[in-house]
């Protein structure tokens, strides 16, 4: 079993900056080496994905994201994280993690992040 667990949701101000981590617990085969990524939703649309980071720290992002959001992680702590600067009212979601480990696909459970202008 394999939990993921995010944390740093909330509201903030357009223009402001907000850091999101993603923990994993369980039954990790080698978080080191697996894929983590961030999605978000917001209010009507579907899950899209905002960015993501391989186990050799390869990261991509969306087009949407790119400049202001940077994704990153620290091995021993099993935890990856998402800093989000220069916030937009349209970043308004809830951000879920996303690992795939071993071939297995795990979600966590998702924050609520509000932008206000």
């Known amino acids: 079993q394999v939990q993921l667990v995010e944390s740093g949701g909330g509201l903030v101000q357009a223009g402001g900056s907000l850091r999101l981590s993603c923990a994993a617990s369980g039954s990790i085969f080698s978080f080191s080496i697996d894929v983590m990524n961030w999605y978000r939703q917001a209010p009507g649309k579907q899950r899209e994905l905002a960015a993501g980071?391989?186990?050799?720290?390869?990261?991509n992002y969306a087009d949407s994201v790119k400049g202001r959001f940077t994704i990153s992680r620290d091995n021993a702590k099993n935890t990856v994280y998402l800093q989000r600067n220069s916030l937009k009212p349209e970043d308004t979601a809830v951000y879920y993690c996303?690992?795939?480990?071993?071939?297995?696909?795990?979600w966590g459970q998702g924050t609520q992040v509000t932008v206000s202008s």
């Open positions: 996303r690992l795939i480990d071993y071939g297995n696909i795990y």
């Open positions: 980071i391989g186990g050799g720290g390869r990261t």
